[in-house]
C-alpha cells in the first residue's frame, strides 16, 4: 500500500479549528481507504512570527518541498498588524507558492444543490453551478518588481506595484486551462483587461495563440475581466472554465465563492509543473478563505472548504478517485440533511460546530462505505 507524506500547515484563526477536521478525515482513510498518509504539522503565517519572527522558516520550507502534499489552513489577523512587511503572515503563503513553482491555481465554485437557497443571488442562477477558476498564481503583480514606496521628499510618497508576464508564463496556465475544459464542457473564457493593460494585450494575444495552434477544438472567448465579474454574477452558468491572472483571478474567485452559498465552501488546489520522471507534481491545497480572526476560536467555522482542499489533493496529487467520491458524496448528504454551520444557515436547518460538521461527515463516509 502507498504512503504519502503530508505536510499540514494550519496557520492562524479558524486555520487550526478547520484542519482538525480534515484530520479527522485523514484518520478515517488511514482506517479504510487504499493509501497511507503520513503527517507532520508545522508553523506558518502569525504562528510562525510568533514562534520565530518570520512568516514561514526555511526549515518548514524544506518540508514543504520534500512532501509529497502541502495542506495548508489559512494566515492573518489584527495581531500582526504592525509586523514588518517582509514577515507579514501572508508571506508565508506567497513564499510556498513561488518557492515551490505553484503556477496554477485550480478554483472549482460548485453550488450543492442543498446550498442553493443560501446563495445571496437566486436559486436559479446559482443552482447546478459548476465552474473551474484558473488563477496564475506565481506571476504578476504579486510578485512583479519593483514593489516600492519611496519618499519624494516633498511630503508625498509614491507606491509603486508592477504587473508582468512572460510569454512562457501564459501559455502554461492557459495550457492549464485549456486541458481541464476537455474533463470538463470544453469551453474556455481568458479574462484580463487589454484595453488598459500592456500585460492584458500580451495575454490575450498568446491565449489566442495557444488556442488556435493547440486547442481548436475547444471553445473559447475573451471577456474583459471587469465586465467578466458582471457576468459572474449576472449569468454564471455561462461560464466553464475561466482563466485569469493572479489579481483577476484572486477577486473573481470570491466573487464565485459568493455564487457558492458561502466563502466557506470554496476550496483550491495550487500545482507545479508535472516531473517528466517521477510524473508528480509539487502541490499546496487550501481554501480560498481566510484566516477569520473575528469568529476563530468559537468553533464556528465551516470545515467543507477545507476538507474540499483535501479531497482535490486525492485527487491531483494521489489519484484516489473513488475515495475523493466518497468524501464528496459524504459533504452533500449532511448539507442535504439539513446541517448547517452559522455561514451557510438557513430556516429550518440544524446549526452545528465546526466540530459537529467534521464528525457529521465522517459519520456519512462510514455509511456510504458500507
Ligand atoms: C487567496 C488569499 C491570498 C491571496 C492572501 C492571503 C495573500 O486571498 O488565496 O485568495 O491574495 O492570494
Ligand atoms: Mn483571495
Not at 498518509?37 to 512568516?55: I, M, N, P, Q, R
Not at 473575528?294 to 476538507?307: F, H, L, R, T
Amino acid at each position: 500500500m502507498a504512503t504519502h507524506k503530508l505536510l499540514l500547515l494550519p496557520g492562524d484563526g479558524i486555520g487550526t479549528e478547520v484542519m482538525g477536521e480534515v484530520k479527522r478525515v485523514i484518520a478515517w482513510l488511514n482506517k479504510n481507504g487504499t493509501a497511507k498518509f503520513e503527517t507532520e504539522d508545522g508553523l506558518v503565517g502569525g504562528a510562525s512570527y510568533d514562534a520565530d519572527k518570520v512568516a514561514i522558516t526555511d526549515a518548514t520550507m524544506a518540508r514543504a518541498q520534500a512532501a509529497d502534499a502541502v495542506i495548508f489552513g489559512a494566515v492573518g489577523g489584527p495581531k500582526w498588524a504592525d509586523v514588518p512587511y517582509e514577515a507579514r503572515p501572508e508571506a508565508g503563503l506567497l513564499r510556498l507558492r513561488k518557492d515551490m513553482a505553484l503556477f496554477a491555481n485550480l478554483r472549482p465554485a460548485i453550488c450543492y444543490p442543498a446550498l442553493a437557497e443560501s446563495s445571496s443571488l437566486k436559486k436559479e442562477i446559482v443552482e447546478g453551478l459548476d465552474i473551474m477558476i484558473v488563477r496564475e498564481l506565481t506571476g504578476g503583480v504579486y510578485f512583479g518588481e519593483p514593489k516600492t514606496i519611496t519618499d519624494l521628499g516633498n511630503g508625498q510618497k509614491r507606491a509603486i506595484d508592477t504587473q508582468v508576464y512572460d510569454t512562457y508564463e501564459i501559455e502554461r496556465i492557459v495550457r492549464v486551462a485549456f486541458e481541464l475544459a476537455k474533463k470538463r464542457r470544453n469551453k474556455v473564457t481568458s479574462m484580463e483587461k487589454h484595453n488598459v493593460m500592456k500585460s492584458g494585450v500580451l495575454w490575450k494575444e498568446v491565449v489566442t495563440q495557444v488556442h488556435s495552434r493547440e486547442y481548436k477544438d475547444v471553445q473559447f472567448e475573451h471577456q474583459l475581466a471587469d465586465s467578466g465579474a458582471m457576468q459572474l454574477v449576472k449569468y454564471p452558468k455561462q461560464f466553464d472554465v475561466i482563466v485569469t491572472d493572479n489579481l483577476f483571478g484572486d477577486i473573481l474567485s470570491d466573487i464565485a465563492a459568493m455564487l457558492t452559498g458561502s466563502l466557506g465552501m470554496l476550496p483550491s488546489a495550487s500545482l507545479g509543473e508535472m516531473d517528466p520522471k517521477t510524473k508528480k507534481r509539487k502541490a499546496l491545497y487550501e481554501p480560498v478563505h481566510g484566516s477569520a480572526p473575528d469568529i476563530a476560536g468559537k468553533g464556528m467555522a465551516n470545515p467543507v472548504a477545507m476538507i474540499s482542499s483535501f479531497v482535490m489533493a486525492l485527487r491531483y496529487s494521489f489519484d484516489m478517485q473513488k475515495e475523493a467520491d466518497l468524501i464528496d458524496q459524504a459533504v452533500a448528504a449532511v448539507l442535504a440533511k439539513g446541517l448547517r454551520t452559522a455561514d451557510i444557515k438557513s430556516d429550518g436547518a440544524k446549526m452545528v460546530s465546526t466540530q459537529q460538521m467534521g464528525e457529521a461527515i465522517v459519520a456519512e463516509m462510514d455509511t456510504l462505505a458500507k
